[in-house]
């Protein structure tokens, strides 16, 4: 049985979050549940969590007070689990509608910002916040969930998953920085999991054309999604103790190394792998052109 650690899961409220405190406690471990709006997260407080406010929606200095609540309530965090985000759906061109993972934000007056603003400005300013209680210990674990969208380009989800590649690169920088502090890192990127995300009526809204030449991608998108729904590959319980297992170092990963980047899913694998075929095999196609802009051998300094 993994030593008993102590947990601090952002976007708890209910879906995959919400599966990984439940695991968390399962087997044993303390777990601060936290999410926007604490009432949500009564069950979870009845089940044995801890439960606190974090918004990430909120300026640094807030983050960081809510963060040292979260530290008080054990004395200390050893695993961090970034999960909460939100969604923006829509053609690039058109006014994009709404739709959230984890967290809601209110009055926001520009999509395309929003979208940024919490999957990426508040996964950094939460590192921000995080950092300093891992660097004082000299232990830590900084594990991000991001998405196998970071390996995609469908249409009318491109903000979305763009964020998601941000979210990937800077979780692999985070991980050369914070290494020689004893702190370890891992990128989740998840691929679909049957929870409640998909269905109409809970979190999710379906795009909306705005501009009608692109009424046929919407009309697509929207008999994909709900074909989709409740029918995904991916079981958000084996999901939840996977990541236990791998940010413990035990069960399925007993013996292994906190990884930087893990795939979670059978769909997430295929698309990742064959996203980057694809980059791959059209950089060598292009190698020759893409190589002649050097300098002469002869002029070059490394």
């Not at 604490?38 to 044995?48: C, F, I, P, Q, V």
């Not at 603003?117 to 004082?136: D, E, K, S």
């Not at 590649?165 to 989740?188: H, M, Q």
């Not at 939840?240 to 893990?262: H, M, N, W, Y």
Request: one cysteine or more.
């Amino acid at each position: 049985m993994a030593t008993q650690k102590v947990w601090l899961v952002t976007g708890t409220s209910s879906g995959f979050g919400n599966e990984l405190v439940h695991t968390i406690l399962k087997n044993g471990h303390k777990v601060v549940a936290a999410g926007r709006d604490t009432s949500r997260l009564t069950s979870l407080k009845e089940a044995g969590a801890a439960t606190t406010k974090i918004d990430q929606n909120e300026p640094l200095d807030v983050l960081r007070r809510q963060i040292e609540d979260a530290i008080a309530v054990y004395g200390h965090i050893d695993v961090i689990v970034l999960n909460a985000a939100y969604v923006v759906t829509g053609s690039l061109e058109e006014r994009t509608h709404v739709f959230i993972l984890s967290c809601r934000l209110n009055g926001t007056p520009e999509e395309s910002l929003a979208q940024y603003h919490t999957n990426v400005f508040g996964i950094l300013n939460l590192y921000r916040a995080i950092l300093p209680h891992f660097r004082g210990r000299k232990a830590g674990i900084v594990a991000t969930v991001g998405s196998m969208g970071a390996s995609m380009t469908d249409p009318l989800i491109g903000l979305y998953h763009s964020s998601k590649a941000a979210v990937r690169n800077i979780s692999l920088t985070l991980d050369n920085e914070v290494k020689p502090f004893g702190i370890k890192t891992c990128l989740i990127e998840p691929g679909y999991f049957r929870t409640n995300l998909l269905s109409s009526g809970t979190s999710f809204q379906l795009p909306e054309t705005k501009i009608g030449a692109y009424a046929e991608i919407n009309e697509k998108t929207k008999a994909f999604l709900i074909q989709r729904d409740r029918k995904q590959s991916g079981d958000p319980k084996r999901g939840a103790q996977v990541i236990f297992d791998v940010l413990t170092s035990s069960g399925c990963a007993r013996g292994r190394e906190v990884p930087k980047t893990l795939a979670l899913g059978s769909d997430a694998v295929k698309c990742i792998i064959g996203s980057n075929d694809e980059f791959n095999k059209r950089v060598e196609e292009w190698r020759s052109v893409s190589e002649s802009t050097d300098f002469p051998k002869e002029e070059q300094y490394y």
